[in-house]
């Protein structure tokens, strides 16, 4: 396969890069990145610029003209799209590039592969995953039964509205086009590479930096957590064994709150750099909540775990590691 990962120097993307380089079937990695802010080429340390099968294009997913010519020059075959801007806060400040990247890129690279798949071969041959996420469902109350794909969709925040956006091209690009793609909605991910301005990045920044860990609201808003390496092995089995047209949601049954989460971190971050215990804690200050935001995202990965996934990373073990990483990094 000639496998076109879209944002592979974002912290997911960049994790599939990894995985995926060096397995046989893969005969050529494309990287498409536009490099904006939370792009880290450091990530694909020993890969990038040296590995023979890699292969990097800057471009923005707007530029449909250069879309086309990666998708026809390199004659992808597979594509794993991850490119978009993807933090709620920023989303809240300026929706309109959420648009343009997330809905009308999307739209671009839709496109592309429409036009050179039927050029080239038969349509049917390709794959096409689409990398979406469980805001895009909504929110749950606290005794609610976890998303299921079959769930509508209502987004509350403009990322989430964004995404949603695409997710529905994509769906009607198989409906209309009989384009060979797939969705998948992944509940929050975790790792060492992660950009700070996500949630424990930044309580762990914030600790490093003995500055105050903001906490929204009352800190009970509860996600689900999923080690990184975790969601690419899924999205693996996804291209290779997943039901044309289908939509996968990537769950680990791993559901914490905010500050209980927070708390955690802090306990890690004392026991790794040797203070006494609750120190860290004590930074941990409540601030104003974030306007809309979703009390709990959990999701029903059973359609998934049908096709042989299940999470292999414990969280625990692979929160350490996070911080560890983190810790590292900083020298600390």
């Not at 099968?53 to 794993?80: C, K, M, N, P, S």
């Not at 769930?151 to 060979?180: E, F, M, W």
């Not at 955690?264 to 104003?288: H, I, K, Q, Y």
Request: hydrophobic share 40%; net charge negative; glycine share 8%.
């Amino acid at each position: 396969m000639n496998l076109l990962i879209t944002g592979g120097a974002g912290f997911i993307g960049a994790e599939a890069v990894r995985a995926w380089v060096d397995r046989p079937e893969v005969t050529k990695l494309v990287n498409l990145d536009a490099l904006t802010y939370a792009a880290d080429l450091r990530r694909l340390h020993g890969i990038h610029g040296v590995h023979p099968r890699y292969v990097f294009e800057q471009v923005d997913l707007r530029d449909r003209a250069a879309v086309r010519e990666v998708v026809r020059r390199h004659g992808i075959t597979h594509v794993v799209h991850f490119a978009a801007e993807t933090h709620v806060d920023r989303s809240i400040a300026g929706p309109e590039v959420f648009v343009e990247t997330n809905v009308l890129g999307t739209l671009h690279l839709l496109e592309a592969c429409r036009e050179e798949w039927n050029l080239r071969y038969q349509i049917s041959e390709f794959r096409f995953v689409h990398v979406s996420t469980d805001e895009v469902y909504g929110s749950l109350g606290p005794a609610d039964p976890a998303f299921t794909e079959a769930n509508p969709l209502q987004p509350n925040s403009p990322y989430s509205a964004s995404k949603a956006g695409a997710d529905h091209l994509v769906r009607c690009y198989v409906r209309t086009y009989g384009l060979p793609a797939f969705i998948t909605r992944c509940v929050n991910n975790f790792g060492p590479t992660q950009h700070t301005e996500k949630f424990i990045p930044t309580v762990l920044r914030c600790l490093a930096d003995d500055q105050p860990v903001p906490i929204y609201g009352d800190g009970r808003n509860v996600r689900e957590w999923l080690a990184v390496s975790d969601h690419v092995e899924g999205l693996r089995l996804v291209l290779e064994r997943g039901e044309v047209g289908g939509t996968y949601n990537l769950g680990s049954g791993v559901e914490l709150d905010n500050l209980d989460l927070a708390g955690r971190l802090c306990d890690l971050f004392d026991a790794e750099t040797g203070r006494p215990a609750g120190t860290a804690r004590r930074r941990l200050s409540f601030v104003a909540d974030r306007p809309g935001h979703d009390l709990r995202y959990a999701v029903d990965a059973t359609r998934l775990r049908a096709l042989g996934w299940q999470p292999a990373a414990d969280f625990n073990t692979a929160l350490r590691a996070t911080v560890r990483g983190f810790l590292e990094r900083r020298g600390t």
